[in-house]
């Protein structure tokens, strides 16, 4: 894939994880905690393979601001992991705002650093299907 198809596949990864965000919001809203268990077990593997897949495509154009972005992945994926392994033992009432955080956060992600990111590919690897 060139740059600028990784970037669309980014686009469309980004998709799936707002669809499942608005799907794991009405399952908290509705305090559906076996929807929500199921949700956020997938949103822990959309996210990793989207998280790895970015990484791939910051390397391959020598993204600058790469390290901060990174660390900004880790710090979702570990918070997302260790909210899966909370709720295998506790009740949804507990973890409820830790979700909503972490939507949040990887809402906001996608608009800032994930931009940033976007544009560098767009100003960087050449011109439309290079
Ligand atoms: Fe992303
Ligand atoms: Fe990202």
Redo the contacts with the bound molecule.
């Keep these: 894939m060139t740059p600028r198809e990784q970037v669309d596949a980014?686009v469309r990864?980004?998709a799936e994880i707002a669809d499942l965000v608005a799907r794991l919001r009405s399952a908290l809203e509705g305090g559906d905690h076996q929807e929500m268990k199921s949700l956020l077990m997938a949103l822990e593997m959309v996210e990793a393979k989207?998280y790895a897949s970015?990484e791939a495509l910051m390397r391959a154009v020598a993204y600058d601001q790469a390290d901060a972005h990174r660390a900004e992945h880790a710090k979702m994926l570990d918070t997302l992991k260790r909210l899966n392994e909370v709720l295998v033992w506790e009740n949804l009432g507990a973890i409820g705002p830790q979700v909503v955080a972490h939507i949040e956060a990887a809402l906001e992600?996608?608009i800032d650093a994930?931009q940033a990111l976007n544009r560098f590919v767009s100003a960087n690897a050449g011109p439309a299907g290079a």
């Design positions: 980014i990864d980004h989207h970015e992600h996608m994930d």
